[in-house]
T-cell receptor, first 115, second 114 residues
Framework: AQTVTQSQPEMSVQEAETVTLSCTYDTSESDYYLFWYKQPPSRQMILVIRQEAYKQQNATENRFSVNFQKAAKSFSLKISDSQLGDAAMYFC????????????FGGGTRLMVKP | ETGVTQTPRHLVMGMTNKKSLKCEQHLGHNAMYWYKQSAKKPLELMFV???????ENNSVPSRFSPECPNSSHLFLHLHTLQPEDSALYLC?????????????FGQGTRLTVV
């Protein structure tokens, strides 16, 4: 079975600064997907960024980028130029390649942004 | 309406009650999911309906019963729940079997069992 671990229950960052959220996972498979989801106080999970395991290039989406280390089974999220609206719970998630969207989630990291 | 809509947003029920959670998706997807988000555990997949097949997490108690009458609607029927079932229940949908698809989530139903 796959497991996803987020070792930082809470993080804080100053507005306009950069913060990195950590995620490690365990799997015996070679093909899979990794995701970062954001959950603001509205409770709706919103996809931030996705990484395909077969791609060596790290995914980027505007101010969000990942550091994907497949051998180390590490998948961290970097948020640049942090904004007040980035404050939320962030969840790392794993999905097998051909298993629909049956996601395995980490425990989450609460990100606080200080003005 | 767009996206994934869940009703009610909040629900308080006694342990002897029977209630149902509703989820509706307006995205034309063919797969729907129930996830449980409790305070002390990571989000946990409960049930999946995909391509008219049902997949369930074997650890989910039988007091939770899903129903998917069509690809746009998903229900979670609740009966004789326990206080530890209090949680946020999230519904999601996706288009399968596209490997590049992502799951879209609703805003959840906050359930409190008293």
């Amino acid at each position: 079975a796959q497991t996803v671990t987020q070792s930082q229950p809470e993080m804080s960052v100053q507005e306009a600064e950069t913060v990195t959220l950590s995620c490690t996972y365990d799997t015996s498979e070679s093909d899979y997907y990794l995701f970062w989801y954001k959950q603001p106080p509205s409770r709706q999970m919103i996809l931030v960024i996705r990484q395909e395991a077969y791609k060596q290039q790290n995914a980027t989406e505007n101010r969000f980028s990942v550091n994907f280390q497949k051998a180390a089974k590490s998948f961290s999220l970097k948020i640049s130029d942090s904004q007040l609206g980035d404050a939320a719970m962030y969840f790392c998630a794993y999905r097998r390649y051909n298993a629909g969207n049956m996601l395995t989630f980490g425990g989450g990291t609460r990100l606080m942004v200080k003005p | 309406e767009t996206g994934v809509t869940q009703t009610p947003r909040h629900l308080v029920m006694g342990m002897t009650n029977k209630k149902s959670l509703k989820c509706e998706q307006h995205l034309g997807h063919n797969a729907m999911y129930w996830y449980k988000q409790s305070a002390k555990k990571p989000l946990e997949l409960m049930f999946v309906y995909s391509l008219e097949e049902r997949v369930e997490n074997n650890s989910v108690p039988s007091r939770f019963s899903p129903e998917c009458p069509n690809s746009s609607h998903l229900f979670l029927h609740l009966h004789t729940l326990q206080p530890e079932d209090s949680a946020l229940y999230l519904c999601a949908s996706s288009q399968e079997p596209r490997v590049t698809t992502e799951a879209f989530f609703g805003q959840g139903t906050r359930l409190t069992v008293v």
